[in-house]
């Protein structure tokens, strides 16, 4: 069975940094690239950044670029988003998404493409 599970969410000053993490089981992790997906309260997702299978490349969106990080670790299932410098507008529900098909190239980023969500993790500016 197919599993994403986030964690590393919570409270965070505006400016401030948190990492997530998202454990991943079910499948060959390696022969898929994966995505970084929010969702801020009364708006749609937003996809925010994809990292190739072997994890040397990634994409972002243009709002987090210089200030998040996604990354993988192959050898034990996770995948990573170190996110410095956030904004109070970047309240979201933060979510670990698989690709439908394997060997798909990192730059796709519509729902369609996606087949598997995490239960997501909040992350919320706070004082």
């Known amino acids: 069975q197919v599993q994403l599970v986030e964690s590393g969410g919570g409270l965070v000053q505006p400016g401030g940094s948190m990492r997530l993490s998202c454990a991943a089981s079910?499948?060959?992790?390696?022969?898929?690239?994966m995505n970084w997906v929010r969702q801020a309260p009364g708006k749609g997702r937003e996809w925010i950044a994809s990292?190739?299978?072997?994890?040397?490349?990634?994409l972002y969106e243009d709002s987090v670029k210089g200030r998040f990080t996604i990354s993988r670790d192959n050898a034990n299932n996770i995948l990573n988003l170190q996110m410095n410098g956030l904004l109070p507008n970047e309240t979201a529900m933060y979510y670990c998404?698989?690709?439908?098909?394997?060997?798909?190239?990192?730059?796709?980023?519509?729902?369609?493409?996606?087949?598997?969500w995490g239960p997501g993790t909040q992350v919320t500016d706070g004082p």
């Open positions: 990292i190739a299978r072997a994890g040397t490349r990634q």
């Open positions: 079910g499948f060959t992790f390696t022969n898929f690239a």
């Open positions: 998404v698989k690709y439908r098909l394997p060997y798909v190239h990192y730059d796709r980023r519509t729902e369609k493409d996606f087949d598997t």
